[in-house]
């Protein structure tokens, strides 16, 4: 079955450096799209990045320049490296594979920043 696993989060300053992890399994990670969405408190969840089968990216403007969406498709992971962190990227990271038969989550990876 589709399993996706997110790691990397925790407490950042503002102004730090994250890097979350997605390792995906239960399907041909190299076919297909992925994404990172967040959801803050309150907040309805919201598009992060995404990234192609192949290497085309998409970012929200308000990560733009700051956030790197990658994939190693030896490894079957993706990738998000957070730069510059602002306190309003503060939420839940989850971790999205667009398949065939659906889309598919991962269960979530609190980021928090704050001084």
């Known amino acids: 079955q589709v399993q996706l696993v997110e790691s990397g989060g925790g407490l950042v300053q503002p102004g730090g450096s994250l890097r979350l992890s997605c390792a995906a399994s239960?399907?041909?990670?190299?076919?297909?799209?992925m994404g990172w969405y967040r959801q803050a408190p309150g907040k309805q969840r919201e598009l992060v990045a995404t990234?192609?089968?192949?290497?085309?990216?998409n970012y929200a403007d308000s990560v733009k320049g700051r956030f790197t969406i990658s994939r190693d498709n030896v490894k079957n992971t993706m990738y998000l490296q957070m730069n510059r962190v602002k306190p309003e990227d503060t939420g839940v990271y989850y971790c999205?594979?667009?398949?065939?038969?659906?889309?598919?989550w991962g269960q979530g990876t609190q980021v928090t920043v704050s001084s």
């Open positions: 999205n594979a667009r398949l065939i038969t659906g889309d598919y």
């Open positions: 990234i192609a089968s192949g290497t085309s990216t």
């Open positions: 239960g399907f041909t990670f190299r076919l297909y799209a």
